[in-house]
């Protein structure tokens, strides 16, 4: 299926107001630049150990970028 932008701008019309915020969001979400790499591969090994049952504590952002990317 192809759509074209008068297709979304018709389907985000018949939005109610209480799901414009999620559709913003995820619109937003779309339109981010594309993800590196590095990224990527922190998303699959983070993947791998939820499916293994294993979790990171992190207490706060610096510490979640070490654990994740260092």
Request: hydrophobic share 40%.
């Amino acid at each position: 299926m192809s759509a074209n932008r008068d297709q979304i701008h018709h389907l985000v019309d018949r939005l109610s107001e209480a799901e414009l915020l999620a559709a913003q969001r995820f619109l937003e979400f779309l339109s981010q630049e594309p993800v590196g790499p590095i990224f990527a591969e922190s998303t699959r090994r983070g993947i791998a150990q939820a499916d293994a049952g294993q979790t990171i504590v992190c207490h706060d952002y610096d510490e979640m970028v070490e654990k994740l990317l260092g």
